[in-house]
């Protein structure tokens, strides 16, 4: 059988058939694949940048991270030995040193069942301004863990450096020493500091 060519180029024209012809892509399908596309690529440099920034953030805080607080000291603790307790009225008070016994030259007499003490002090003003504060040795008393209470200084015996009253200024500090009568078997002793209505307690014997 045999066509003519009007016959078969006709038949092309209907079925679409295009021998070696390249198949064309929709436009619609095209416009879709690129949106998509476009979608994930801006997704993903959104997801490293927002990464990114994050942790420069983070890394770049981290120098500068808040500081703790300092913890707020109680004034009702007792005081350790060669550590500084400050007093409302600005001053502070160092227990430097605790010679026990101390052995006193001359002829003061003491009982058997006693012992003197030496009990060394630092005062300090710590306020910039105003009037020197008074300090007197009738506010410092010595406690043991038998009960009994010692007055300082004993009439009995008596040092160059000795505490009675002293008046310390602004910014300025005095060293002075305590003497304490106290029983032979006491221990566990500690320095009661009375200014005004507060009373601090500074241990003096690890």
């Known amino acids: 059988m045999s066509f003519s060519k009007e016959s078969r180029y006709r038949n092309i024209l209907s079925t679409g058939d295009y021998p070696d012809a390249p198949r064309s892509v929709p436009p619609v399908v095209l416009v879709g694949c690129l949106a998509l596309l476009l ?23 981290l120098p500068f991270s808040q500081p703790s607080p300092t913890p707020t000291l109680d004034k009702n603790a007792a005081v350790p030995l060669k550590k500084p307790g400050l007093m409302d009225n600005g001053l502070e008070l160092t227990v430097t040193n605790v010679q026990r016994p101390l052995k006193v030259q001359g002829g003061v007499s003491l009982p058997a069942d006693q012992q003197f003490i030496l009990v060394t002090v630092q005062i300090t003003n710590t306020k910039r301004t105003g009037t020197p ?44 020493e305590l003497i304490y009568q106290i029983a032979f078997d006491d221990s566990g002793f500690t320095l009661s500091w009375k200014v005004g209505s507060q009373t601090r307690v500074f241990i003096l014997e690890k």
């Open 39 to 61: 979608i994930v690529c801006c997704g993903g440099i959104g997801l490293l940048a927002g990464g990114g920034l994050r942790n420069l953030t983070k890394s770049a805080s």
């Open 133 to 176: 504060i008074r300090v007197s040795a009738a506010d410092f008393k010595v406690k043991g863990d038998g009960g009994l209470t010692y007055e300082s200084n004993p009439k009995t015996v008596t040092i160059p450096n000795l505490l009675n009253e002293v008046n310390v200024a602004p910014g300025k500090n005095v060293e002075a």
